[in-house]
């Protein structure tokens, strides 16, 4: 049972565009959402977070929403560098456990 | 520099062997995981451990076994029971064991079976 589902395992955008990352998610048990991104051969490294409590939180270029009725959260990159081509996974912490999606493969194209 | 070292980056397993991945940490961070990563999938929780001599089964832990003898190592070994052991395994390490603690992630060990 997919807790943490990325619908879209790929996402292409223009250099200066924005990019939309989206998670749906099932379990409304949870304490704080996390986006990592991936590069090829490399472990994660986390990006940004977000309360349970919170809407909103921004960092930079990076801003995540969370909308609990809906049970969605985004991560939205503006404006997109192709340096930020690689894989975002959203994660959330429930408890002791973090339980990722499957990632979504952005393409950032100069 | 502070970080996590998995080692080593690739390796190759012959049917019915036992083989050890390494995972050392210089950040004191008290808890470590083990994650493995299947193509077009994403992360499973394989075993993790909150302290020094404790850890705890993830959601695929059948087929591996961990050992923290040291706060800053955190051996897993893929044991022939594991059946489908392909895959890219990945070492990680927080502060604490609490939801906003992000996890910092070495660059991972491909396995392969010959």
């Known amino acids: 049972d997919q807790q943490v589902k990325q619908n879209s395992p790929s996402l292409s955008v223009q250099e200066g565009r924005i990019s939309i990352l989206n998670c749906d998610y099932t379990?409304?048990?949870?304490?704080?959402f996390l986006w990592y991104k991936k590069y090829p051969a490399e472990g994660p490294t986390f990006l940004i977070s977000?309360?349970?409590?919170?809407d909103k939180n921004e960092d930079g270029r990076f801003t995540v929403f969370l909308n609990k009725s809906a049970k969605h959260l985004s991560l939205h990159i503006v404006p997109s560098q192709p340096g930020d081509s690689a894989v975002y996974f959203c994660?959330?912490?429930?408890?002791?456990?973090?339980?990722f999606g499957e990632g979504t493969q952005l393409t950032v194209n100069p | 520099d502070g970080g996590i070292t998995q080692s080593p980056k690739y390796l190759f397993r012959k049917e019915g062997q036992n083989v050890t991945l390494s995972c050392e940490q210089n950040?004191?961070?008290?808890?470590m995981y083990w994650y493995r990563q299947d193509p077009g999938q994403g992360l499973r929780l394989i075993y993790y451990?909150?302290?020094?001599?404790?850890?705890q089964k993830g959601d695929i832990a059948e087929g591996y076994s961990v050992s923290r003898e040291k706060k800053e190592s955190f051996p897993l070994t893929v044991t022939s029971a594991q059946k489908n052991p392909t895959a890219f395994y990945l070492c990680?390490?927080?502060?604490?064991?609490?939801?906003?603690?992000?996890?910092?992630f070495g660059d991972g060990t491909r396995l392969s079976i010959l």
């Open positions: 990680a390490s927080s502060m604490g064991f609490v939801g906003n603690q992000p996890q910092h």
């Open positions: 379990n409304s048990m949870f304490d704080y």
């Open positions: 977000i309360s349970s409590i919170k």
């Open positions: 994660a959330y912490t429930s408890g002791s456990r973090l339980t």
């Open positions: 950040l004191n961070h008290d808890a």
């Open positions: 451990s909150q302290i020094v001599n404790d850890f």
